[in-house]
C-alpha cells in the first residue's frame, strides 16, 4: 500500500496562511484520487477537499470553499492543501487520503497518512 507522509502543519494567528503537502510512496500516486479530512478530538473525521487523479475537477466542504485550494503536479508524487485566511475553529488534525481503486473520488478503498496538526490562534 502507499505509504502518505503529511508536512506543513504548524502554528498560524487567524487569517494568516499554511501550505500542507502529501507525499506518496509509490509509483500508482497520479493514478490515485486524492483528498484531505480534517479531525477534531472525539468528532467524526470530515471531508475538507479532494482532487481528480488528473487535477481536471476539485471539490470542497462548505467551510473551506473560497479559502482552501486542494492541487497536485503530474510526476511529483504530491498532493497540497493551500489554507487562506484561516480560522481558529480551522484548529484540528489534517490528514492525507488517496483512493486506491478511484480515480475520482475518495471513499472506496482510502489509505490515511498520520496527520499533520494545525493551530490557528486569534
Known amino acids: 500500500q502507499v505509504q502518505l507522509v503529511e508536512s506543513g502543519g504548524g502554528l498560524v494567528q487567524a487569517g494568516g496562511s499554511l501550505r500542507l503537502s502529501c507525499s506518496g510512496s509509490d509509483g500508482m500516486f497520479d493514478s490515485y484520487a486524492m483528498g484531505w479530512f480534517r479531525q477534531a478530538p472525539g468528532e467524526d473525521r470530515e471531508f475538507v477537499a479532494s482532487i481528480y487523479w488528473s487535477g481536471d475537477d476539485t471539490f470542497y466542504s462548505d467551510s473551506v470553499k473560497g479559502r482552501f485550494t486542494i492541487s497536485r503536479r503530474s510526476g511529483t508524487s504530491t498532493v497540497y492543501l493551500q489554507m487562506n485566511s484561516l480560522k481558529p475553529e480551522d484548529t484540528v488534525l489534517y490528514y492525507c487520503?488517496?483512493?486506491?481503486?478511484?480515480?475520482?473520488?475518495?471513499?472506496?478503498?482510502?489509505?490515511w497518512g498520520q496527520g499533520t496538526q494545525v493551530t490557528v490562534f486569534s
Open positions: 487520503a488517496a483512493d486506491l481503486q478511484s480515480r475520482v473520488a475518495v471513499g472506496s478503498r482510502v489509505q
